[in-house]
């Protein structure tokens, strides 16, 4: 599945503007808002920067459902990246440590959304009430009036930006070709399996054959479902199955129709399940894995209890059975955690101890 | 209904590790080149939670409890660090440390000179509004 997506040849610049046009604009937003003894206009920055963000948002998505879970969702990521950017670009080192909490704040919403509410909980505690109040106090303490070399000089904002804008500019290429990989597969099985409900709608089997085609033909269903598995070994060989139990249906048969249609049920189950199999990367199953963190990674995609929106379920009781993953799976790492709490309170009074 | 796309997720979470990461690189005072690295931890916990969701397992968020550990750590070395480099150099900047660099690396200079800070305007000059009466001292009998 992977290889077929980095191997399959790149097409021309059709692909190419909707990520380059956006990090265009928001590395030029960035260049421009960096601090330096002689800034430019802020407005200018403000601005490129906004059109940066929308042009990410209808290009690089293209999404049109609007539910109040997209709706938060938009307007959770979009104050974590405004904020992110306020950060780097902000002389203010106080005014960049509270961009810095409504960062923290927006990701907890963004946690809150997947179905995370004790990391969201933890996010808050830990970094907004723990870390970034210490670290205002040490601000206060250092403050001095005027401009100062740290806050208003950058070290090669050309060069850091272009850095930045390169490294997101390969990652959201890699995102984007997998979304469309995805999508293209999706829509194909959707195809299929549509071909298939109809052809077991019909009341004859001759009506079906000829919805179905020829066989040998490379339009034919059975055909094309073979060679959309060909990456699923189990799957292509149930459909092969089918194919044969499907010619092997006798005309004069008086329940031939039924049969038929047997056949093209299966047929479609498989076809639902290979639509949960794109994109998810099955492990080893000879690999042990516990159940203690919900279904490991060796149970089929297709076997995972979902809800109505097609994603996997979770426990409504987050905490609880995030502690029983911990405590299981991950007791050595707690242990390990709790020393390197303990080594880093002492490394911490060790340094920051006056010697005189 | 349809959910989100897992990629919209993985989006955000670029983008956060990639300001982060200029921040990181752009950035002189230590405090906020600090904040920067974890705003680029906060983009990968995103990716983290938002795997977990997508796979119906808690093993992503159990990771980012550790992220979270882990930074709790990173934040009272780092500030222990800061405080004492600010103790010998009285400033935040991390250019004053460069003699810490490769032998044989070129020295960065700040060739612009910074902009005067704009004169604070200056405190208006009272007269003084009359003469002190006289009082006696208070007395008290506790």
């Known amino acids: ?356 | 209904m349809v959910a989100l796309p897992l990629h919209h997720y993985l989006i955000v979470g670029a983008i956060l590790f990639a300001l982060g990461l200029i921040g990181f690189l752009a950035r002189r005072n230590l405090i906020i080149m600090f904040l920067c690295v974890e705003m680029m931890l906060q983009g990968v916990s995103i990716n983290l939670a938002a795997f977990a969701r997508y796979r119906g397992n808690l093993q992503g968020q159990a990771f980012i409890l550790f992220i979270v550990t882990v930074a709790a750590c990173e934040a009272a070395i780092a500030l222990a660090l800061i405080l004492m480099l600010y103790r010998r150099q009285h400033s935040l900047d991390v250019s004053k440390w460069q003699e810490l660099r490769e032998p044989g690396e070129e020295a960065t200079e700040d060739t612009e000179p910074l902009p005067p800070a704009p004169r604070e305007p200056p405190l208006p000059h009272l007269t003084p509004a009359g003469v002190e009466p006289e009082h006696q001292p208070e007395e008290s009998h506790v």
């Not at chain 1, 829509?187 to 040998?216: C, F, T, V, W």
């Not at chain 1, 056949?263 to 492990?283: M, N, T």
């Open chain 1, 1 to 356: 599945m992977f290889f077929c997506l980095l191997s399959a040849e790149i097409s021309p610049a059709a692909q190419w503007w909707p990520i380059v046009l956006p990090l265009l604009a928001g590395a030029a937003a960035i260049y421009l808002l960096l601090p330096r003894p002689r800034a430019y206009p802020v407005l200018w920055g403000a601005a490129l920067g906004l059109v940066a963000l929308m042009l990410a948002g209808v290009l690089l998505t293209r999404s049109s459902v609007f539910s109040p879970e997209t709706i938060l969702f938009w307007s959770f990521s979009f104050l974590a990246i405004i904020a992110g950017a306020l950060l780097v670009t902000q002389h203010n080192p106080a005014r960049a440590a509270l961009a810095f909490a409504l960062v923290v704040l927006s990701t907890c919403g963004l946690f809150l959304l997947l179905a995370a509410p004790f990391l969201m909980a933890t996010t808050i505690i830990v970094y907004a009430g723990a870390i970034i109040v210490t670290f205002l106090f040490v601000l206060m303490l250092a403050a001095h009036s005027g401009l100062s070399d740290a806050d208003d000089r950058s070290r090669e904002p050309l060069l850091t930006t272009l850095a930045g804008f390169l490294l997101l500019g390969t990652l959201l290429f890699v995102l984007q070709r997998y979304d469309q990989r995805i999508q293209e597969s999706t829509q194909e099985i959707d195809r299929l399996l549509s071909r298939a409900h109809e052809a077991a709608a019909l009341n004859s089997r001759a009506d079906m054959e000829e919805k179905i085609g020829k066989p040998g033909d490379d339009e034919e269903l059975f055909n094309q479902f073979n060679k959309l598995f060909h990456t699923w070994k189990d799957l292509h060989q149930r459909s092969e199955q089918a194919s044969i139990s499907w010619s092997n249906i006798d005309h004069n048969d008086p329940r031939a129709v039924e049969k038929s249609r047997e056949v093209l049920r299966d047929l479609v189950a498989l076809g639902e399940s290979a639509r949960y199999r794109l994109g998810w990367l099955p492990a080893a199953a000879d690999v042990p894995f516990s159940h203690m963190s919900g279904p490991p990674p060796t149970v089929a995609s297709e076997n995972i209890r979902r809800d109505e929106q097609g994603l996997p379920r979770m426990p409504a009781d987050n905490a609880a059975y995030l502690g029983r993953s911990l405590f299981s799976d991950f007791l050595l790492p707690v242990e390990l955690g709790g020393l390197l709490l303990l080594v880093a309170t002492v490394g911490a009074i060790a340094i920051a101890l006056r010697r005189s």
